[in-house]
């Protein structure tokens, strides 16, 4: 009888470490399920927040403009043109213009080089009282928001597997190129200069109309007259995304070339 009762006494307590025990792991499940669904969410929201916070950057490497302005018998052969914020600020206003840009921060044009051209087929009648020069340099695209995949980067247009939004702004970027002929860019603010090296060292000159090449007269110029395979390959090619940057990167490449000087070295520098 006693034994018997040492058995009874031990059955409710085993019971109630049981249902406990039960109770603190079914505890541990949810909350590590609740962990796992507030983690995701984090993540979701951190991608979701990251990408929103980046922009673009769509580039052409060798873009082509013609440049005229007052006769001052110098002569250009691949010299360098200083940086220019009045470019950049020609090159924003006429992007910015078309009706199917949305989201653009503004346009960079860097590194530009000139050589000498003729302008009868910039001009109804010939102006004896103009020179003209040739310009290939770098245009910098910046977009404020990001639609972009990173297998995209380094990818133009001719790429087969891009994202809609993508190819859409390469198709944008492209469009800076005139189409057929010489597409004028306007208007020229009043005093907008550009300093060139001539072969006989810096000069100064001040515009009086830029107009943009095609992509094929680009790349014939890169050829001939720069003998720059590179540049005319990458005329050809035309726009390519960059990849994603961040705000503060953008702002940053905007101010410094909103700030760039137009004013030429004092010294004199032969053209190369």
Do not use: H
């Not at 034994?3 to 085993?14: R, S």
């Not at 005139?178 to 810096?202: C, H, K």
């Amino acid at each position: 009888m006693a034994g018997a009762g040492k058995g009874n006494g031990k059955g409710p307590a085993v019971a109630t470490g049981a249902i406990i025990g039960g109770f603190c792991l079914l505890g541990l499940v949810l909350t590590g399920v609740a962990a796992t669904i507030v983690l995701s969410l984090i993540s979701i929201y951190t991608s979701d927040s990251s990408s929103e916070a980046n922009g673009e950057l769509y580039q052409i490497s060798a873009f082509g403009l013609k440049s005229l302005f007052p006769n001052n018998g110098a002569t250009y052969g691949g010299g360098a043109v200083a940086e220019s914020s009045s470019l950049s600020s020609l090159c924003s206003s006429m992007y910015s213009s078309s009706s199917s840009v949305s989201n653009f921060a503004g346009c960079v044009a860097t590194n530009f080089k000139a050589t000498s051209a003729n302008n009868s087929n910039t001009s109804r009648r010939r102006r004896q009282s103009e020179s003209a020069a040739f310009l290939i340099g770098q245009i910098n695209l910046y977009y404020s928001t990001s639609c972009g995949n990173s297998r995209d980067t380094n990818r133009g247009s001719n790429s087969s597997s891009l994202g809609a939004c993508v190819r859409n702004r390469l198709s944008q970027c492209n469009g800076l190129f005139s189409s057929s002929g010489f597409r004028q860019w306007t208007p020229i603010p009043t005093g907008t200069i550009l300093s060139i090296v001539a072969f006989t060292g810096w000069t100064t000159v001040t515009l009086s109309r830029l107009f943009a090449a095609t992509a094929a007269q680009t790349a014939d110029v890169a050829g001939t007259s720069f003998s720059n395979a590179t540049a005319k390959s990458e005329a050809l090619l035309g726009c390519v995304f960059r990849g994603t940057l961040s705000q503060a990167a953008i702002a940053a490449a905007l101010v410094a070339q909103s700030s760039a000087t137009t004013t030429a070295a004092t010294t004199t520098i032969a053209s190369g």
